[in-house]
């Protein structure tokens, strides 16, 4: 394990349907992201927290919506999605002076939307 | 906009070579750029940071350059192993900003 825990790991979901995704980090990094990873196309950068406080948000769905409660969870809720969104749906988190250092990815959550 | 090109998707080479990666970025200058591996399944795992003012950085078997002139850079790891294949991805970054991330090179190492 890398230090940052997803789960479920696979989630099949109707398009109806209303899921959450959950990230969770206990390494005292400060900030904390989602990326979409689909077939041939790079990581997609979705939402950025930064000490709790979303800090970017790039032109994503409303049906994508992103929780931060605290400094060591992160949420993506999830409902009436569309088959185009299923995808590999990775956290990330960096610590303070995160230019400095890598980000810490999870496992991922393989999404399939039916 | 930014744009990240990874020029190879595929590149397989044979055990013991040099695999050499190339990472070229338009339209921004970004202040480091980062590597990172990515095996099937799984998130991808930071493996190095270069910063603008360095020309190379090493690490082990892996060895970084940054060319801010070329706007480029090259990701080497020599003597390579089967266990080396995986895609790795770049991330030429401004500071301050969240990583945007190339497409990936996909090595696969034959023995």
């Known amino acids: 394990e890398t230090g940052v825990t997803q789960t479920p790991r696979h989630l099949v979901m109707g398009m109806t349907n209303k899921k959450s995704l959950k990230c969770e980090q206990h390494l005292g990094h400060n900030a904390m992201y989602w990326y979409k990873q689909s077939a041939k196309k790079p990581l997609e950068l979705m939402f950025v927290?930064?000490?709790?406080?979303?800090?970017e948000n790039n032109s994503v769905p409303s049906r994508f919506s992103p929780e931060c409660p605290n400094s060591s969870h992160l949420f993506l809720h999830l409902h009436t999605l569309q088959p185009e969104d299923s995808a590999l749906y990775l956290c990330?988190?960096?610590?303070?002076?995160?230019?400095?250092?890598?980000?810490?990815f999870g496992s991922g959550t393989r999404l399939t939307v039916v | 906009s930014q744009k990240i090109e990874q020029n190879s998707e595929a590149l397989n080479i044979q055990e013991g070579k040099t695999a050499t990666l190339t990472c070229n970025y338009t339209n921004y200058s970004p202040a480091y750029l980062q590597w990172y591996r990515q095996d099937p399944g799984r998130g991808p795992v930071f493996l190095l940071l270069?910063?603008?003012?360095?020309k190379e950085k090493r690490k082990e078997r892996l060895k970084v350059t940054f060319d801010t002139t070329l706007k480029q850079s090259l990701f080497h790891i020599t003597a390579s192993q089967p266990a080396d294949s995986a895609t790795y991805l770049c991330a030429p970054a401004r500071a301050g900003t969240a990583l945007i991330f190339g497409k990936g090179t996909t090595l696969s190492v034959s023995s």
């Open positions: 927290y930064s000490l709790e406080e979303r800090v």
């Open positions: 270069i910063r603008e003012n360095e």
């Open positions: 990330a988190s960096s610590p303070p002076g995160s230019d400095n250092y890598g980000y810490t």
